[in-house]
Nanobody, 124 residues
Framework: QVQLVESGGGLVQGGGSLRLSCAASGRTFSSYAMGWFRQAAGKEREFVAAITESGKNTYYVDSVKGRFTISRDNAKNMVYLQMNSLKPEDTAVYYC?????????????????WGQGTQVTVSS
């Protein structure tokens, strides 16, 4: 069982930065691939970024490449999403996600564990 708690959301002006954090419980954290998803009002939840169990490989949706960076600290059971050059279209609730296989990380229906979400609002 893994419990995920996000933090770090808030209101920021366009062009600004935010760093989201996800604290994970459980002694098997390093065996999970981790990811971030987002869901804007009235839209489906979409994949944003993922990182393999070791942290060696990362993956991003095209719309955030070059602006967002996912990282993890297995010693602290933490995952981070550094978001730079934020745009109004990045406004959404951001969710931390865990899955036992990186091949499933981009599909919401195949995620094993979800956090409760944190709101990110980018003003124009």
């Amino acid at each position: 069982q893994v419990q995920l708690v996000e933090s770090g959301g808030g209101l920021v002006q366009g062009g600004g930065s935010l760093r989201l954090s996800c604290a994970a419980s459980g002694r098997t954290f390093s065996s999970y691939a981790m990811g971030w998803f987002r869901q804007a009002a009235g839209k489906e939840r979409e994949f944003v970024a993922a990182i393999t169990e070791s942290g060696k490989n990362t993956y991003y949706v095209d719309s955030v490449k070059g602006r967002f960076t996912i990282s993890r600290d297995n010693a602290k059971n933490m995952v981070y999403l550094q978001m730079n050059s934020l745009k109004p279209e990045d406004t959404a609730v951001y969710y931390c996600a865990a899955t036992s296989s990186i091949v499933r990380i981009t599909t919401p229906a195949r995620i094993d564990y979800w956090g409760q979400g944190t709101q990110v609002t980018v003003s124009s």
